[in-house]
């Protein structure tokens, strides 16, 4: 049996691919959109995807079952509870895949989605009867177990997919042998869960020890544990779980169709007619010189997530990268299925040379410097857009505070009338909100280089409440 396991680190999202060599078969399950990597191991291999699994209809991106199943034919494997447009096979309780010496059986584990499966995989030839490794999805994670919230805008009320959860942890994972590897879906940064580990792999026996979800305790006390603290759901979750679901254009198809480049006139003309300039430069590059209402969200960060959280889904998007950088940008775009790109503005920021009037530079204050502004009889408003946890454990005194994700929601409560540095935990989320701030009217704004890390690196002071513990970020 050949298994591999590929991790993309800007979504934490965990993929696989399972192989026989005696039959040259391959499965994948929960595979991302651009399936390249998959359809290149397996090529190199000598082995042909006959199969793809999902685990569950993803919140977080959306899936390339449909680009494999057009690729290579693959026939596509869902839970019996699911529904989609496309021809799928449901797989139940029970229910067994075979080729060569790989079985893949399926386990109904509710909770996180009502048509969630987890994945027991078996090599034959080893061992018949106990599995190698469980393939959990977003059911269960490595420190953590999937949140079950994310439904309520579907039918699906919060404490029912938790009481479905608890059952599943339960009954269908927790008796499995403690030496069954658990791999999941996710890995710590997603937002599916609350505080998943950092290691992409573990066992049953060190989950049932140290996963806090998987202690002892009533049905009412896990649903109490698991409901608390969620972080927000991204505004885009929603609509990537139903677009996973639908029969919709391949990554290929639409890459074809969005990845166009623009002359500046072209790009001017469909930003006043509404469109979104997105920047995806670096932050530093981003504030040294950006087209007039743009918002930058860096290539070099969590993109997906923040481009899902901030873009408006039914506006068309305008890219501006460094040259070559476009194709990475549309890419990540339509891994969280914003596909609502016009193109990308030919030549970057080359092509406003002649025109620097569209051009607008920001500052960038380095700690010293905030702190000097801040002694003046008139001091700049510290803007903190990190999260409340993130706050609670450290932050600059007398800072406002707004999360970035509910930042165009409370603009009321920016003032206007000062000067305006937003700081976060290392600088890329502050520009971000330089840039919706700017874009909204605002003009005195600058940005905290390095963020409140470079803050207290420097020895400036934080204060924090009590009893927390800094959280990252």
């Known amino acids: 049996m050949i298994f591999r396991q590929y991790y993309l680190g800007c979504l934490a999202h965990a993929s696989y691919l399972i192989g026989d060599e005696g039959s040259h078969e391959a499965a994948v399950v929960d595979p991302q959109r651009d399936v390249d990597q998959y ?55 029970g229910d067994s895949l075979e080729f060569g010496d790989v079985r893949l059986k399926v386990l109904e584990t509710p909770g996180h989605t009502p048509e969630s499966i987890s994945i027991l995989v078996y090599d034959v030839a080893k061992d018949a009867q106990r599995p190698e490794a469980v393939l959990t999805g977003d059911t269960l994670f490595v420190g953590d177990v999937g949140r079950p919230d994310l439904r309520a805008s579907l039918g699906w009320s919060a404490r029912e997919l938790g009481s479905m959860l608890y059952d599943s942890v339960h009954e269908k994972l927790l008796p499995l042998p403690d030496e069954t590897r658990v791999y999941p879906a996710h890995g710590a940064g997603s937002l599916c869960g609350k505080s998943l580990g950092s290691e992409n792999s573990s066992t049953i026996g060190e989950q049932r020890r140290w996963n806090y979800a998987l202690q002892p305790m009533s049905k009412e006390t896990f649903i109490g544990i698991v409901l608390a603290d969620q972080p927000d759901a991204p505004s885009y979750f929603t609509y990537a779980a139903v677009l996973n679901t639908k029969e919709r254009p ?57 481009a899902g959280s901030l873009l408006d889904r039914e506006r068309p998007i305008v890219i501006v990268a460094e ?8 890419t990540r775009l339509g891994r969280i299925g914003f596909d609502h790109v016009a193109g990308y503005l030919d030549s970057g920021m080359q092509a406003l040379e ?39 454990a450290q932050r600059i005194d007398k800072s406002v505070h707004v999360p970035l994700n509910h930042l165009l929601e409370r603009l ?42 470079a803050w207290e690196a420097t020895g400036l002071p934080v204060a924090a409440d009590p009893q927390t513990a800094p959280t990252g970020g």
Not at 255 to 280: I, S, W, Y
Not at 358 to 384: H, I
């Open 412 to 453: 009321q409560e920016v003032p206007r009338d000062k000067r305006i540095v937003v700081q976060c935990a290392s600088g890329y989320r502050s520009s971000m909100g330089v840039s919706l701030l700017l874009r909204h009217g605002f003009d005195a704004v600058a940005d905290l280089t390095g963020g409140i890390s």
């Open 354 to 392: 002649s025109q620097m009037d569209l051009v607008r530079r920001t500052d960038r204050l380095d700690p010293s410097a905030l702190a000097e502004e801040l002694k003046a009889s008139e001091p700049p408003v510290v803007l903190d857009v990190r999260s409340p946890a993130e706050r609670k």
């Open 250 to 306: 391949t990554l290929e198809q639409a890459r074809e169709q969005t990845l166009r480049p623009l002359t500046l006139d072209k790009v001017l003309e469909l930003k006043d007619a509404g469109a979104q300039v997105l920047d995806v430069r670096d932050p530093a590059h981003w504030a040294a010189g950006h087209l007039v209402g743009s918002i930058n969200i860096g290539l070099s960060g969590t993109f997906a997530t923040w």
């Open 323 to 330: 040259p070559g950088g476009e194709q990475e940008a549309q």
């Open 39 to 93: 359809v290149e191991a397996a090529q190199g291999l000598g082995l042909q995807i006959r199969h793809v699994f999902l685990t569950h209809f993803h919140a977080d991106f959306l899936a390339g079952h449909l680009e494999l199943r057009d690729r290579t034919g693959a026939r596509i494997y869902l839970g019996a509870r699911a529904e989609a447009e496309y021809a799928f096979t449901p797989m139940k309780e």
